[in-house]
């Protein structure tokens, strides 16, 4: 008998961590050094963990060793409640927040809970493909909505507007958004909540980069923008506390609970159903939640504003190339001109990318962009060791042709 992948999986991409990753760890094992723009991750680039997050967990290591509370750990929760109370928030408590193994595990758990065969969610394009993947597993259909990318990459209210059915159930906003960097406005914000108060749809806001931004610009709650409407929104320590690995997440409810309590009920089980989220990185939340290191990183003479900057102009220099620059996030999503580029397969170009100069960057279409002509790279390199490898990317552009 052979054994098959079960037909849930039809359809469902991840790009980021997909085939072109198997092709870089048989060139790592093979002795090879790969540059890794591809995922997100602080630690690989020297990146260290803030010393009271260290100091909280491993103080609580040897009384979290057993099973906790499903929704995760209270005074951890209260934490998290009162973060988002100073941040405009109402009527928040422990009760409303849900920790959980990453962002990743939350947003599963909360597809999951919410979505029938046939339903719709409303998700960016570009989007994070985690959304789309589970939306499809779950047996929803991901209907994608147009970020403008002359617009600053800037959600389109009216292609919003015009994409909600009788089976619309929520809409996705990823603010700042991966991949693109953009950070949303208050007047589209209130725009994208006013379309959810009128068609009576839930709000996913993920937030996870909600500490990241730069030259000023300003992060605003969707949970706070729109207090009468049931929005969940998701964020953790993975970036701006630079602990991926540690997988210390949260998801808050806002809004009226009275109009989601059999939703609620569902998300429950399935945060039972997983016992409880990991114990020692609990710990960690209330202490992180009092760091302001990111603020340093983030200033405009930080580490990762000059690296942003440093690879926003390298790229733009690439001729034939070009980059919105991006107000927030680890990331740039930069356009190929397929005039000038004969590009007409953006994972081949990748593939090609990573066998000939050992760089690994992820294309376009793997963030749901229908078109082939963007790949997206991460900015937590140092700024030299950026700046030189997107001057190879161009000098690969120079000469590649499909």
């Known amino acids: ?24 760890n048989a060139l790592e094992a093979a002795g090879h050094s790969v540059l890794r723009l591809n995922t997100g991750n602080p630690a690989a680039f020297g990146f260290e963990v803030p010393d009271s997050i260290l100091t909280a967990m491993t103080r609580a290591l040897s009384t979290s060793h057993g099973y906790g509370d499903s929704r ?33 595990e939350l947003a599963t758990m909360a597809v999951h809970a919410l979505v029938d065969g046939g339903d719709e969610l409303l998700v960016p394009s570009p989007d994070y493909p985690l959304w789309t993947a589970v939306t499809r597993m779950a047996g929803g259909t991901a209907v994608h909505y147009h970020c403008d990318e002359q617009a600053e990459w800037q959600p389109d209210l009216a292609d919003i507007a015009a994409k909600i059915t009788d089976r619309t159930k929520a809409i996705v906003v990823i603010n700042p958004n991966n991949p693109t960097g953009a950070v949303y ?35 605003h709650h969707l949970g706070a923008i729109a207090p009468d409407v049931v929005c969940l929104t998701f964020s953790g320590l993975s970036k701006s506390h630079r602990v991926a690995g540690f997988r210390s997440g949260w998801l808050v409810v806002s809004g009226p609970r009275d109009h989601a309590k059999d939703y609620l009920e569902g998300l429950t089980m399935l945060a039972g159903m997983r016992l409880c989220p990991n114990g020692p990185a609990q710990h960690a939340i209330e202490a992180a939640l009092g760091d302001d290191s990111i603020d340093a990183l983030i200033a405009e003479d930080g580490r990762l504003t000059r690296q942003r900057d440093r ?44 066998l000939r100069e050992k760089i690994h960057v992820v294309q376009g279409t793997g963030f749901n ?9 991460i900015t937590l390199p140092e700024a030299d060791e950026l700046e030189t490898a997107i001057r190879r990317i161009g000098r690969f552009l120079d000469g590649y042709a499909q």
């Not at 992948?5 to 790009?15: F, I, P, R």
């Not at 009162?82 to 920790?99: I, K, N, T």
């Not at 001729?319 to 999503?333: D, E, M, N, T």
């Open 185 to 219: 406005s208050d007047e589209l914000l209130r725009g994208i909540a006013e379309l959810a108060r009128r068609h009576n749809l839930m709000i996913l806001a993920d937030e996870v980069y909600d500490r990241i931004v730069y030259d000023g610009a300003r992060h």
């Open 369 to 377: 962009w229908a078109r082939p002509d963007h790949f997206r790279i």
């Open 72 to 104: 995760g750990l209270l005074s951890a929760r209260q934490a998290v409640a009162d973060y988002y109370l100073r941040r405009g928030f109402s009527e928040l408590g422990a009760d409303d927040v849900y920790l959980g193994n990453g962002v990743s």
């Open 1 to 24: 008998m052979e054994f098959r992948q079960s037909s849930k999986l039809a359809g469902v991409c991840y790009e980021i961590r997909g085939p072109v990753v198997e092709q870089a």
């Open 311 to 354: 690879a926003w102009h390298a790229l733009n220099d690439i001729p034939g190339v070009s980059c919105v620059k991006p107000r927030g996030a680890l990331y740039a999503f930069a356009r190929i001109d397929t005039d000038v580029h004969r590009i007409h397969d953006d994972e081949k170009f990748v593939y090609d990318l990573l």
